[in-house]
Each structure stands twice: as structure tokens, then as C-alpha cells.
């Protein structure tokens, strides 16, 4: 028995010293084994379509507007870059209303959302 259990011992060892053939490249367009993909209860990072964003565009009103300020020739240039501000704090306050700030664990909402107005405009001034 011990040497029936030696012998495939020695088998085994004498196939790992033999060069095992390298594993084939995946292709470029190949999806990624399963072990590498996300699971699909894990929160999508959002996609960024805007190039310019409310505090960029705030930054270049003040500029705009102290411009304007100090070319005196020029002062509706400061005008322009007051309302260039105001819009983009206004974007701000759309930007945040639209953003749900709910928490998820496995892509499901951890806190239910308020039914009503009034619970819904306090957690809306909570955020």
C-alpha cells in the first residue's frame, strides 16, 4: 500500500517539474472573467456629463465682475458678472435638490423616503 501511495506521489511531482504551457492572452474585447466584474448591487458611480461645473462657473462671474469694477468704462461687465454668479447659485440649489442623498447597502435604500410634504421639505433641509 505504501508503495502504491509513494508511487502516485512521485507521479504528481514528476508532472509540476514538466513545463505546464503558458495560458493563452484573453483578447482585447474579451469581457472579464467573472471574479473581476462588479456585482450588480454595488452603487454605479455617476457618469459626469457636464464640462463646466456651478462653482467653475461662479469663479469666472466674480472675475467678470471685478473686471467690470475695475475698468470703469466697462462697468456692465461687472453687472454681467453678478448675474453669471447668481445663475450659478441657483444651478447649486437645482443641482442639490436633484441629488438623492439616500444611503444604499446592496442596492437597496437603507432609510424609506418620507411620505408627505412637510417630512419631505424638512429632510430636504436637513441635507
Known amino acids: 500500500m505504501k508503495d502504491r501511495y509513494e508511487q502516485e506521489i512521485e507521479q504528481l511531482l514528476n508532472e509540476l517539474e ?3 504551457p503558458e495560458p493563452t492572452p484573453a483578447p482585447a474585447d474579451a469581457p472579464p472573467p467573472l471574479d473581476d466584474q462588479p456585482s450588480p448591487f ?3 458611480p455617476r457618469q459626469r456629463k457636464v464640462f463646466i461645473s456651478p462653482t467653475k462657473l461662479a469663479i469666472a462671474g466674480g472675475i467678470l465682475a471685478l473686471i467690470g469694477l475695475f475698468l470703469a468704462k466697462l462697468m456692465w461687465l461687472s453687472l454681467a458678472g453678478l448675474v453669471v454668479m447668481a445663475v450659478a447659485v441657483a ?3 437645482v443641482r442639490r435638490m436633484g441629488q438623492p ?3 444604499y447597502w446592496r442596492g437597496r435604500s437603507i432609510e424609506p423616503e418620507p411620505r408627505g410634504l412637510w417630512p419631505r421639505f424638512r429632510r430636504w433641509l436637513s441635507r
Open 18 to 20: 514538466t513545463d505546464a
Open 42 to 44: 454595488a452603487p454605479r
Open 91 to 93: 444651478w447649486m440649489f
Open 101 to 103: 442623498s439616500q444611503q
